[in-house]
C-alpha cells in the first residue's frame, strides 16, 4: 500500500503524526513530511487510522 497526501487539503495540524509518527511528521516550517510513502505491516493499522483521522481528507492509501 501507498500513502499519499493532498497538499492542497493538508493544514499540517499533526493528527495523522499523533497517530503514526514513524511515517508522518510536521516539520517546524509547518510542512507535512511522508517519512515512508510505503509503510510496512508493522504501521499499516496506524497509518489507516491517521487515514480516518484527518480532519481534511487529505490522506489516501491505495494499492501500488
Ligand atoms: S492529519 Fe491531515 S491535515 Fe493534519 S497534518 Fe496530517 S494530512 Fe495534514
Do not use: Y
Not at 515512508?36 to 483521522?53: F, K, L, W
Request: hydrophobic share 40%.
Amino acid at each position: 500500500m501507498k500513502v499519499t497526501v493532498d497538499r492542497s487539503k493538508c493544514t499540517a495540524l499533526g493528527v495523522c503524526e499523533a497517530m503514526a509518527p514513524n511515517v508522518f511528521e510536521v516539520s517546524e516550517e509547518g510542512e507535512l513530511v511522508l517519512l515512508t510513502e510505503t509503510p510496512g505491516d508493522d504501521v499499516i493499522e496506524e497509518v489507516r487510522a491517521a487515514v480516518e483521522g484527518c480532519p481534511t481528507e487529505a490522506l489516501r492509501l491505495v494499492a501500488e
